[in-house]
């Protein structure tokens, strides 16, 4: 129920009813804030999770030889909390994570909680740390649930034990930039996934193998890398940390899910919120050249919700794609932002009150 008396004013109520933890709320950058607790569950090789618990967050101690540290035995996920504007807290397709971590968790040889064990140990994070979710409109609390193999191995093979943990911090825009629009540059010599290997999942490997170019790419004033398939060289893949959409007239396209492109939730709501838009979404291999002359390039993500791309360079050449943020990339902005910060009926059953 809304401890807000209806008459109140956002930031009289917000003083008044709700502890906030006592930080900069404005202008949150994508960064960690340590907050009050994180979760912690363990199951052996083979077995189920069990009951989990809230400790107060801080280090955890690892075998020098766990899984995950030597042989990167390890998934991540990644979604967010928002406070709307009567102070509740709305969590955003939770058990669409869920699912995504038992599938990964299939490929990388672990157990994973159930979808039920999952979305609980969201809420109990969420609620316990509920001071770190920014007030409406600055911002939200990203929660990032974390799969290992956390038991020691030295040959190489699964690990003995696992542990599922959940940490969040408070945050705002994931690139610098804002909802301004990113310049992206287009990978040639190194590839985030191949065919039979693991881009489909969330790994942690998938995430160390982007460093190189994109480090290389911000050198050079780039936001970050857009990758091609390492097949052909020809067709988009995703950036390094997103999903990638371009937009020509009507139609937008994307990359289909075909086990190097990881199955993003936004670009899953995405894809159905331009459909109930009215725009044709088309699911398929997307060509480096179409890159030419689209009229707009968006990404879309957990961390960069849905991100403008201004310009893309390919093997030297640069296509701009205007200034600000395009007309479609903010409809579908807008429309998605509101459903998640619960300042629009949420009709598509998405979000899940606390
Ligand atoms: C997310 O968008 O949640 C991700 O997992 C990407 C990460 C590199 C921040």
């Given amino acids: 129920a809304s401890p807000l008396r209806p008459s109140a004013t956002l930031s009289d109520s917000y003083s008044e009813t709700i502890e906030l933890a006592d930080i900069e709320w404005d202008n949150l950058g994508f960064g960690l804030q340590p907050t009050d607790y994180m979760y912690i569950m363990k199951c052996t090789h083979g077995g189920t999770f069990s009951k989990g618990e809230l400790q107060r967050f801080g280090n ?18 990644g979604l967010k909390a928002y406070r709307k504007q009567n102070g509740n807290i709305l969590l955003f397709r939770p058990e669409e994570n869920a699912l995504r971590m038992r599938t990964g968790a299939e490929r990388m040889c672990m157990p994973a909680p159930s979808v ?18 920014p007030p409406a409109g600055k911002g939200s609390l990203y929660i990032r649930p974390l799969l290992m193999g956390s038991g020691p191995v030295l040959g190489l093979a699964p690990a003995p034990e696992y542990t599922f943990l959940i940490y969040v911090s408070p ?11 990113i310049n992206l540059i287009v990978e040639n010599e190194l ?13 942690i490997g ?6 190189k ?32 959409f371009v937009v020509k007239g009507n139609v937008i396209s994307t990359p289909s899910i075909k086990g190097t492109i990881l199955p993003g939730i936004t670009r899953k709501s995405i ?20 890159l030419l002359d689209a009229d707009e390039v968006f990404c879309t993500g957990t961390a960069v919700v849905v991100s403008p791309v201004g ?43 606390l």
């Fill in 116 to 133: 039920e064990q999952f979305v609980e140990a969201v809420k109990d994070t969420v609620l316990a740390n509920k001071r770190w979710v």
């Fill in 60 to 77: 955890i101690e690892l075998n020098p030889s766990a899984g995950v540290l030597n042989y990167g035995q390890g998934l991540f996920e």
């Fill in 171 to 181: 945050v705002g825009n994931y690139f610098k930039e804002g909802l301004a629009p």
């Fill in 311 to 353: 310009s893309i360079t390919y093997l030297g050449k640069r296509v701009a794609y205007g200034d600000g943020i395009g007309v479609v990339a903010q409809q579908l902005y807008t429309v998605l932002t509101r459903l998640q910060m619960g300042l629009a009926e949420d009709e598509m059953n998405w979000t899940v009150e």
């Fill in 206 to 211: 998938n995430y160390a193998a982007v460093l």
């Fill in 213 to 244: 170019a994109q480090s290389a790419a911000k050198a050079k004033g780039y936001s970050d890398v857009l990758y091609l398939d390492c097949v052909h060289k020809r067709y988009l893949e995703e950036v390094s940390s997103c999903n990638i």
């Fill in 191 to 203: 590839h985030r996934a191949t065919p039979g290997g693991t881009g489909g999942v969330k790994t």
């Fill in 271 to 290: 894809i159905d919120v331009a459909r109930s838009q009215g725009f044709q979404v088309e699911e398929r291999l997307v060509s480096v050249d179409e």
